[in-house]
């Protein structure tokens, strides 16, 4: 089991990973700015977690590829 975790440029993202790892599962941690729907899409991951990152999802630099993630992946 792999999950990605996509990094809305927040600290607490690392939280999520490290408490993951304590599960047992096995994580990517990726700025929301450095991967695309194929890349994730390549990857098969098991789950996908979005950051709460700082500011609004309405602004692209605080959201992302996250609003594709959202509507492009079930």
């Known amino acids: ?3 990605l975790i996509i ?3 927040d600290s607490f993202v690392y939280n999520l990973a490290q408490r ?3 599960l047992g599962i096995n994580s990517d941690v990726v700025r929301n700015d450095k991967i695309t729907i194929d890349e994730i899409k ?5 789950a996908i977690i979005i950051s709460p990152g700082p500011g609004t999802p309405e602004d ?3 959201f992302g590829i996250c609003k594709d993630v ?3 992946l079930e």
């Open 1 to 3: 089991m792999k999950f």
């Open 7 to 9: 990094d809305n440029y």
């Open 20 to 22: 993951l790892g304590e």
């Open 42 to 46: 390549k990857r098969n991951y098991s």
């Open 60 to 62: 692209k630099k605080y």
């Open 70 to 72: 959202i509507s492009k």
